[in-house]
């Protein structure tokens, strides 16, 4: 399976913590991209690394490619409680489609 | 701008009932995607649609789903006859497509209950 896989499956901090989730994968890609989806919602797009992009900032996010590990990293800094939600990556394959990743389930505890 | 619009929010059905779930693209996107979620299996592609003609329709369980895009604003997605097994959140995504692939607008979804 192409599906990426994140890490961690869970993940509980307080508010005003920095937040890090991981991705991996298992081909060579054309990009990668962040979603957010929040309880009851659809995904929602948070930011997009192309394959020749190493790091990308969005405000309180901040996002590696390592394109030699196959693995990409969404950092969330100062969270929030609004930052509750699950987060996908999804890979370009180069393909028109995107395979999402499983998620990582993010609670920010107030 | 209006986003990606869903219909029905909630759908429950008893099994062997037809159902039709029903999407809205965002205007001027040409690329519209089917998606299945569920604990157990995660976000599926089911089937996707470009300039309204299916292109790639091998997600897309079995003989029983089927998917139509009549025109650019509108998508059906028809489970015949329903099974339990098809509960899940159903979720219309559009898009359009450059060099690289452009992010993907989701609708909220279906939440579909077969009984």
């Known amino acids: 399976s192409q599906q990426g896989e994140e890490d961690p499956q869970a993940l509980s901090i307080q508010e005003g913590e920095n937040a890090t989730m991981n991705c991996s994968y298992k081909t060579s890609i054309n990009n990668l991209q962040w979603y957010r989806q929040n309880s009851g919602r659809g995904l929602v797009h948070l930011i997009l690394?192309?394959?020749?992009?190493r790091e990308k900032h969005s405000g309180r996010l901040r996002v590696t490619l390592d394109t030699s590990k196959k693995s990409s990293s969404l950092l969330i800094t100062a969270s929030r409680a609004a930052d509750t939600a699950s987060y996908f990556c999804?890979?370009?394959?180069?393909?028109?489609?995107?395979?999402f990743g499983t998620g990582t389930r993010l609670t920010i505890i107030p | 701008d209006a986003g990606v619009i869903q219909s029905p929010r909630h759908e429950v059905t008893e099994m062997g009932q037809e159902v039709t779930l029903r999407c809205k693209p965002i205007?001027?996107?040409?690329?519209l995607f089917w998606y299945r979620q569920t604990m157990m299996r995660g976000l599926e592609l089911l089937i996707y649609f470009n300039n309204n003609v299916p292109i790639d329709d091998s997600g897309m369980p079995e003989d029983r789903f089927s998917a139509k895009m009549p025109n650019a604003s509108f998508s059906t997605l028809k489970i015949q006859p329903s099974e339990p097994r098809d509960s899940a959140v159903y979720f219309c995504?559009?898009?359009?497509?450059?060099?690289?692939?452009?992010?993907?607008?989701f609708g909220d979804g279906t939440r579909l209950s077969i009984l």
């Open positions: 995504a559009s898009s359009t497509l450059d060099k690289y692939n452009q992010p993907q607008h």
């Open positions: 999804a890979t370009d394959f180069g393909n028109e489609k995107l395979t």
């Open positions: 205007s001027g996107h040409d690329y």
């Open positions: 690394i192309r394959s020749n992009e």
